[in-house]
């Protein structure tokens, strides 16, 4: 620091702005480096998966066709050599193309990787740029750059003091709006950066205590389950019973700036309601960094809705509006939520699908019981030793095996659990009408 004050004639706080500026780049460089090494990794691994897969595949199909038996439906053959219009090719071609195409992708993530682990970190500090720390004990929160409401008073370095003179006091346009929530108190630090040809400033701060509106979680809370199209809401007694519940329509996909607004919109609905029932809202936690490194290997249409998929921006500005407002946001583990919701609540009080999940997150959000019913369990190797999170994924298990999708459970009007005859045993399930 002392190098650094005499090569360029600055106080101690200066230079302190400076290294505190400049560590932060680094520190940030830093942290985006090990996640794109992480990112690469997983999309690696993702491309060996189905590497596996499309290899075993074309073994399994040259076995079948060697030994001319492809009249035979019962040999287990699923590659049928048809002839693609638009590549004018077959499927075997295509697939030994993509193979092809998947292993150089493959050894240009491994390059990137291992290029990454050894390469130093470079970081360009922009110029025109100015960092001020700031401090408690001092007046205003920051002895070199004071603001007293109306009017900046920055201490100029003294490199500087020749052209400038020992200050400099400046107005900010379109400041005193903000003026409420900066509080007198409590250090300030400053931020001066060049855009668009004119000086702009930013200013950090600890924010006032707000004072909290919404009750404890265990009077009665809003659960939500946010959908590419809609996002649903249930709003429960303590007791966990169903009180209120509707859905609010939400388009994913737009535009940084629309779809921040559409985000928004939604948000301080949201906000009416808990202020309305002065209760918190609880939503899930979800992280998609493992499956958005899988796009390649999805598929179009699955890499287009989860690419517009804006869960982690929806949760950003939910907390941060509802914090700033005294309302309580939480998250919980979306392990079966939509489960449960569709096997226990969705008939018994007739929601949608997004409803009924928004109801089981609400009752996790209170830490009420998630036991499977009893004309199910009847059916299910249930061990009463085990969480209950695992008769749920033998449920979920057996519920792939029988119906194709969510909404197939909605088709037939009585569902019931029976033991099938033919499988001699009764954990074997046959749902019917």
């Given at each position: 620091?002392?190098?650094?004050?005499?090569?360029?004639r600055?106080?101690?706080r200066?230079?302190n702005?400076?290294?505190?500026?400049?560590?932060?780049?680094?520190?940030t460089?830093?942290?985006?480096?090990?996640?794109?090494?992480?990112?690469?990794?997983a999309?690696?691994?993702?491309?060996?998966?189905?590497?596996?897969?499309?290899?075993?595949?074309?073994?399994?199909?040259s076995?079948?066709?060697?030994?001319?038996?492809?009249?035979?439906?019962k040999?287990?053959?699923q590659?049928?050599?048809?002839?693609?219009?638009?590549?004018?090719?077959?499927?075997?071609q295509?697939?030994?193309f993509q193979?092809?195409?998947?292993?150089?992708?493959?050894?240009?993530?491994?390059l990137?990787?291992?290029?990454?682990?050894v390469?130093?970190?470079?970081?360009?500090?922009?110029?025109g740029?100015?960092?001020?720390?700031?401090?408690?004990?001092e007046?205003f929160?920051?002895?070199?750059?004071?603001?007293?409401?109306?009017?900046?008073?920055?201490?100029?370095?003294?490199?500087?003091?020749?052209?400038f003179?020992?200050?400099?006091?400046?107005?900010?346009?379109?400041f005193?709006?903000?003026?409420?929530?900066l509080?007198?108190?409590?250090?300030?630090?400053?931020?001066?950066?060049?855009?668009?040809?004119r000086?702009?400033?930013a200013?950090?701060?600890?924010?006032?205590?707000v004072?909290?509106?919404?009750?404890?979680?265990h009077?009665?809370?809003?659960?939500?389950?946010?959908?590419?199209?809609?996002?649903?809401w249930?709003?429960?007694?303590?007791?966990g019973?169903?009180?209120?519940?509707?859905?609010?329509?939400?388009?994913?996909?737009?535009?940084?700036?629309?779809?921040?607004?559409?985000?928004?919109?939604?948000?301080?609905?949201?906000?009416?309601?808990?202020?309305?029932?002065?209760?918190?809202?609880?939503?899930?936690?979800?992280?998609f960094?493992?499956?958005?490194?899988?796009?390649?290997?999805?598929?179009?249409?699955?890499a287009?809705?989860?690419?517009?998929?804006?869960y982690?921006?929806?949760?950003?500005?939910?907390t941060?509006?509802?914090?700033?407002?005294?309302?309580?946001?939480?998250?919980?583990?979306?392990?079966?939520?939509?489960?449960?919701?569709?096997?226990?609540?969705?008939?018994?009080?007739?929601?949608?699908?997004?409803?009924?999940?928004?109801?089981?997150?609400?009752?996790?959000?209170?830490?009420?019981?998630?036991k499977?019913?009893?004309?199910?369990?009847?059916?299910?190797?249930?061990?009463?030793?085990k969480?209950v999170?695992?008769?749920?994924?033998?449920?979920?298990?057996?519920?792939?095996?029988?119906?194709?999708?969510?909404?197939?459970?909605?088709d037939?009007?009585?569902?019931?659990?029976?033991?099938n005859?033919?499988?001699?045993?009764?954990?074997?399930?046959?749902?019917?009408?």
């Amino acid at each position: 620091m002392r190098d650094l004050q005499q090569a360029h004639r600055i106080s101690k706080r200066h230079a302190n702005g400076v290294i505190a500026f400049s560590q932060g780049a680094v520190d940030t460089a830093k942290a985006n480096r090990q996640r794109h090494i992480k990112v690469l990794t997983a999309k690696a691994k993702s491309c060996e998966k189905w590497m596996k897969k499309a290899t075993r595949k074309l073994k399994n199909a040259s076995k079948f066709y060697r030994k001319k038996n492809w009249h035979n439906s019962k040999s287990g053959c699923q590659f049928p050599l048809s002839v693609s219009l638009q590549y004018r090719d077959t499927n075997w071609q295509n697939l030994r193309f993509q193979l092809h195409h998947k292993k150089r992708k493959l050894y240009h993530y491994q390059l990137q990787v291992n290029y990454l682990k050894v390469a130093p970190i470079r970081v360009n500090i922009p110029k025109g740029q100015a960092f001020v720390v700031g401090s408690k004990d001092e007046s205003f929160g920051n002895q070199t750059c004071q603001w007293d409401g109306k009017t900046i008073k920055i201490r100029v370095p003294y490199c500087l003091e020749d052209k400038f003179g020992k200050y400099v006091s400046s107005e900010i346009g379109n400041f005193p709006r903000q003026v409420n929530r900066l509080p007198s108190e409590g250090a300030k630090t400053w931020h001066f950066y060049r855009k668009d040809g004119r000086w702009c400033v930013a200013v950090q701060f600890t924010p006032k205590p707000v004072e909290r509106l919404s009750r404890s979680i265990h009077y009665s809370c809003i659960g939500i389950d946010l959908n590419p199209g809609s996002i649903g809401w249930a709003y429960i007694d303590p007791e966990g019973n169903l009180i209120h519940h509707g859905q609010m329509s939400i388009q994913m996909g737009l535009p940084r700036g629309k779809q921040d607004a559409a985000i928004r919109q939604v948000c301080f609905l949201l906000l009416q309601m808990a202020r309305a029932y002065k209760c918190p809202i609880v939503c899930e936690e979800l992280d998609f960094f493992g499956k958005k490194t899988q796009l390649r290997e999805k598929g179009k249409r699955y890499a287009r809705m989860l690419s517009g998929w804006a869960y982690s921006r929806f949760f950003e500005m939910l907390t941060a509006i509802l914090g700033n407002r005294g309302i309580e946001v939480r998250q919980v583990n979306p392990a079966y939520t939509s489960l449960i919701g569709l096997v226990k609540y969705a008939r018994m009080y007739g929601l949608a699908s997004d409803e009924a999940a928004a109801l089981a997150i609400a009752r996790r959000g209170m830490k009420l019981g998630e036991k499977l019913p009893d004309s199910i369990t009847a059916y299910l190797s249930v061990n009463d030793r085990k969480h209950v999170w695992s008769h749920w994924n033998q449920l979920n298990t057996k519920l792939k095996r029988l119906i194709k999708s969510r909404h197939a459970y909605y088709d037939i009007s009585n569902w019931e659990f029976l033991a099938n005859p033919q499988a001699g045993s009764c954990n074997a399930l046959k749902i019917s009408a």
